[in-house]
């Protein structure tokens, strides 16, 4: 069965669940990025003052505030970790890349 072989109010309804879950990706995405900007300003203040990319006391309160929050949500607190640890390692990267950037600029 395709597309074209369903009822059309099957069809109209599938076409508003599938915009509404376009217009949920495009604020995730929104989001994603927002967040980002703001872990690069912590990426350069880490560089600034030699502290580490990674704070794996913080990352841990996290963990713990993201699952509570999906349970809030009826959302897989396992998917929200596994989420947010992907995220995490994103952001380590990109400030481990910032305190090389900001040393090399040092020994310039």
């Known amino acids: 069965m395709t597309t074209r072989?369903?009822?059309e109010s099957v069809s109209?309804?599938?076409t508003r669940l599938r915009?509404?879950?376009?217009?949920i990706d495009a604020a995730v995405v929104h989001m994603l990025a927002?967040?980002?900007k703001c872990t690069q300003q912590v990426g350069h203040l880490k560089a600034a003052h030699h502290l580490p990319p990674?704070?794996?006391a913080?990352?841990?309160r996290q963990i713990a505030r993201l699952r509570q929050l999906?349970?809030?949500?009826?959302l897989d607190p396992a998917f929200a970790e596994k989420l947010l640890n992907f995220i995490v390692a994103e952001v380590i990267r990109h400030h481990?890349?910032?305190a090389e950037e900001s040393a090399t600029e040092e020994r310039a």
């Open 5 to 7: 072989d369903i009822d």
């Open 12 to 14: 109209a309804e599938l």
């Open 19 to 23: 915009q509404s879950i376009d217009n």
């Open 34 to 36: 927002e967040r980002f």
């Open 54 to 56: 990674a704070d794996p």
């Open 58 to 60: 913080r990352e841990s």
């Open 70 to 74: 999906a349970e809030s949500a009826h």
């Open 96 to 98: 481990e890349r910032i």
